[in-house]
């Protein structure tokens, strides 16, 4: 199955700093990275994503970023806001036995400070 | 996001009870899929289903059962071999392509007293 490094586990910054969370994986048949986000008690919801065509793709202050070569991703967030405040989660979907499962990154803890 | 309907919310489990939990979906997605979710923790796939009938392990199944005899529905049960059950269950659901997204239900609380 794919494995998922997700950096760093916990990201502190000042409003208005960037942030930036990468994900590595294994898988190189993987093409599709999208990224997640979870608040406190609520569920994952879908912020980015990316296919495997495409290097790079925003949304206002969201970013994502692809090096397929290297096997990693990025989330790239700039002007951090409190309400950017969560979990943030990567997981690529690989192949196992011959579907396209996702599997998820550890989660990164994202903390911006007013 | 609203297409994915689980319960309940909160529940608590003796020590020796199985208990299941319901997970709707109203997409027509083919996929369906449990997570197990530990304070602090990532999401850990217990099972999951991409055709009526059938059903594939994941990397946690152990303790836990499933069965898919609707489109709509894929309920988990949690028995009394799972020995530490308490934790945060999410169900999700996505078309069968690969490129497609995974939309999660509001998720179950269960605890063990």
């Known amino acids: 199955g794919e494995n998922v490094e997700q950096h760093p586990s916990t990201l502190s910054v000042q409003e208005g700093d960037s942030a930036v969370i990468k994900c590595t994986y294994s898988?190189?048949?993987?093409?599709?990275f999208p990224w997640y986000k979870q608040e406190l008690g609520k569920r994952p919801q879908l912020i980015i994503d990316i296919r495997s065509n495409v290097g790079e793709k925003k949304d206002q202050r969201i970013a994502v970023t692809l090096n397929k070569t290297a096997k990693h991703f990025s989330l790239h967030i700039t002007e951090t806001q409190p309400e950017d405040s969560a979990v943030y989660f990567c997981?690529?979907?690989?192949?196992?036995?011959?579907?396209?499962?996702?599997?998820f990154g550890r989660g990164t803890s994202l903390i911006v400070h007013p | 996001d609203g297409g994915i309907t689980q319960s309940p919310k909160y529940l608590f489990r003796k020590e020796g009870q199985n208990v299941t939990l319901s997970c709707e979906q109203n997409l027509n997605h083919d996929a369906m899929y449990w997570y197990r979710q530990d304070p602090g923790q990532g999401l850990r796939l217990i099972y999951y289903?991409?055709?009526?009938?059938?059903?594939q392990k994941g990397d946690i199944a152990e303790g836990y059962s499933v069965s898919r005899e609707k489109k709509e529905s894929f309920p988990l049960t949690v028995t009394s071999a799972q020995k530490n059950p308490t934790a945060f269950y999410l169900c999700?659901?996505?078309?069968?392509?690969?490129?497609?997204?995974?939309?999660f239900g509001e998720g179950s609380w269960l605890t063990v007293v």
């Open positions: 999700a659901s996505s078309r069968l392509s690969s490129g497609n997204t995974i939309y």
């Open positions: 898988d190189s048949a993987s093409n599709y």
């Open positions: 997981a690529p979907r690989g192949l196992s036995g011959g579907s396209y499962i996702p599997t």
């Open positions: 289903s991409q055709i009526v009938n059938d059903f």
